[in-house]
Structure formats: structure tokens, C-alpha cells
């Protein structure tokens, strides 16, 4: 799942949590309930094995794609979402980024460091859990409107 999702849903649980440390904790472990779902991984597999040539490239356009998107959600989100507690929905988010940033962290290294494979295993496997069929264009229509629900639920939940 894109990382703008996963840091959507960071700042919406963030509204139900005091501490930074638990919001990080709670953004990792949002980050992998989230990813049990199918959400076109596969899709995005395929398109980029698609071409073996330029799958690094691909790889790179992506995970800049899902950056770029991040940021403009954060500069959205300090803007204009009403967010109780700042610095709880930054660390929260912090952690619901974290899997994927293993993950790629992982990749980079060359697969060398061994503790980061265990994590990226552990993703890999909650990621698996369920047969994801669906194709890249089905994941995105279903992130979408999923990331549009949860800016509408960050302005218009009440909080607490
Ligand atoms: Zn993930």
C-alpha cells in the first residue's frame, strides 16, 4: 500500500493517542493491519517486472511518486486538517512508514543486514496473507477513495 495511505490513517488514529512512543508502535502496527488487505501490490509487481531492464527505474519512480504524494499530504494536512496533538500524529506517522522503510532500506543494503530481513520478512508474510489478485489501476481505485475517507474522518470525527 502507498505510504500516503498508511500516513492518513497515522494521523486519524493519532487523534486516540497521548504518547509519541505508543503512536510510533501504533503506526507500525497500523501500517501491517493495513497491508493484510489486498491493495494491488501484485499489480504493481507485475508492472514492474513487466520490463527487467528498467525495473529500477521503476522502482525509483514509484517509491519518488509515493514521497512526493507524502509530502504534499503533510504539508495538506498541517495546513488544513485539524489535528489535536501535532507531534503524537508526527511520530505516529513516522511509524506507520517505518515497514516500508525497512523493507526498502533492506533492498538497498543488498539484503546484508540481517535484522532488517527478519522485519521485511515479517511485512512480506502479513502482506501475503490473503491471495492479492488485484491489478495495479484496482489497488489505486481502492486507495483512493480509502485515503479520501480518512481526511473526511480526520475533519469530521469529533475529537476527543
Ligand atoms: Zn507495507
Not at 58 to 81: E, G, P, Q, S, Y
Not at 111 to 132: A, F, M, V, Y
Amino acid at each position: 500500500m502507498f505510504i500516503t495511505v498508511h500516513v492518513a490513517t497515522a494521523v486519524v488514529i493519532s487523534e486516540t493517542i497521548s504518547s509519541r512512543i505508543i503512536g510510533f508502535v501504533a503506526g507500525v502496527i497500523s501500517h501491517l493491519f493495513l497491508d493484510f488487505f489486498p491493495h494491488g501490490d501484485k499489480g504493481l509487481k507485475e508492472w514492474v517486472e513487466k520490463t527487467p531492464k528498467r525495473k529500477k527505474i521503476k522502482i525509483l519512480f514509484v517509491a519518488l511518486t509515493d514521497i512526493l504524494f507524502v509530502w504534499v499530504f503533510a504539508i495538506f494536512a498541517m495546513k488544513r486538517l485539524p489535528i489535536s496533538n501535532p507531534e503524537v500524529a508526527y511520530w505516529t506517522s513516522v511509524g506507520s512508514a517505518v515497514p516500508d522503510l525497512i523493507w526498502g532500506l533492506y533492498i538497498i543494503t543488498g539484503k546484508r543486514i540481517k535484522p532488517l530481513g527478519t522485519i521485511s520478512k515479517l511485512h512480506d508474510k502479513i502482506q501475503n496473507t490473503w491471495k492479492d489478485n488485484l491489478s495495479l489501476k484496482s489497488g489505486i481505485a481502492i486507495q483512493i477513495p480509502l485515503l479520501l475517507s480518512l481526511i473526511w474522518a480526520q475533519i469530521n470525527i469529533p475529537k476527543l
